[in-house]
């Protein structure tokens, strides 16, 4: 009896140490609809004017998933030591501090450093000059690789039993699958359900933009 | 009693259910180097033939992991229906069928056609016009994006318990790691251990040349 009740401990023991650290994946998880982002370029109102002309208003060709955000009739030239980037689009609306999002490939085209980060965490990122139809605007610091991120609501988290600021791992089926860990949980009022990824990650995963993604909860 | 064996086989029946599937990562597993292919062109003598001049020999410029194998100094311009790409390099000896590996973003700008394959495996894979300095040859098939793959002896194939043909997950440490599946063992005689990704999958999770991974035995 006392035998049995040592071995019980011990599978107990090693079924909590096989759980912990562990994937869970529930099929019944909300799955999460995928944004896929190209290098983009959000501008300062000071920006604008430097590029576009003192007062210039940008001009929204289409809205995006967030509410409030649009993507711009307006593109612009990137340029860094090692080479330039074309036909870059901006995002609207304008915002406080210009923020250029680019590909980890296009930092080693344009020769710049582009750290990984949240969208507003830009001191000590990158630099570069933007060239507009009526000037030029160096950037000091603003260029990033955006860290990937799902968007919800606060009612969302808790559906999903995650915290705004916590990092979770994602997964993806398919041939080219796998799974994204470090995916920043940003939940706040007026969000749109969407995990933000770029044309790398989608391309590297297989991701496409009619995919949806599943939340693993511990983050690997 | 009766209820403590019974107790236990529920246990043991859970326990199996749960290893079923898993990640196992052992911290003595062995570490695997990662090769990062850029877009790259592999030529058959009749098209080097067509670009180069009759009779062209490749100029090796360095050697490369896999025995034999080598970057030129050659390169050559893609073209697809809606955009070309210059310069891209052409690694030697030539090979029996032309095979133009590129990355899914490149597909997207030439507007080609090109499938998930592991080397060789050509048929049905997508079309582009080579230019060379001699001429321009157009290639009816053998466009893909290249399957990701580990190189490695049998006996080393032995040593991490996969099989030639195997699909295994690694597992990718650091900011922007997580894991891919469907990584391809390749364990043939007279080869270098490596595991081959594309730029956008090192790109993606963050892996740099003198980076190593792990396979996780269990793909996802």
Do not use: W
């Amino acid at each position: 009896m006392d035998n049995y009740e040592e071995l019980l401990a011990k599978l107990l023991e090693k079924l909590a140490a096989t759980n912990q650290g562990q994937t869970t994946i529930s099929s019944s998880n909300p799955k999460i609809p995928v944004g896929i982002s190209n290098r983009h370029i959000h501008l300062s109102q000071k920006d604008i004017d430097k590029l576009f002309g003192y007062g210039y208003q940008l001009t929204k060709l289409k809205d995006l998933s967030q509410p409030g955000q649009y993507a711009c009739k307006e593109t612009l030239m990137i340029c860094g030591p090692k080479g330039v980037i074309e036909k870059v689009r901006i995002l609207g609306p304008a915002r406080k501090q210009t923020q250029v999002e680019i590909l980890q490939s296009d930092s080693f085209k344009l020769g710049v450093k582009a750290p990984l980060r949240l969208s507003g965490d830009l001191v000590g990122s990158g630099s570069v000059t933007l060239i507009g139809p009526k000037g030029s605007a160096e950037i000091s610091e603003g260029v990033v690789v955006a860290k990937r991120h799902i968007h919800m609501l606060p009612e969302e988290a808790v559906l999903f039993g995650v915290r705004d600021g916590e990092a979770v791992t994602v997964e993806i089926l398919g041939e080219r699958g796998g799974s994204l860990s470090n995916v920043v949980i940003r939940a706040v009022e007026n969000s749109g359900l969407e995990c933000h990824i770029d044309t790398e990650e989608a391309n590297a995963l297989g991701i496409t933009p009619n995919m949806e993604i599943v939340i693993k909860k511990n983050n690997i």
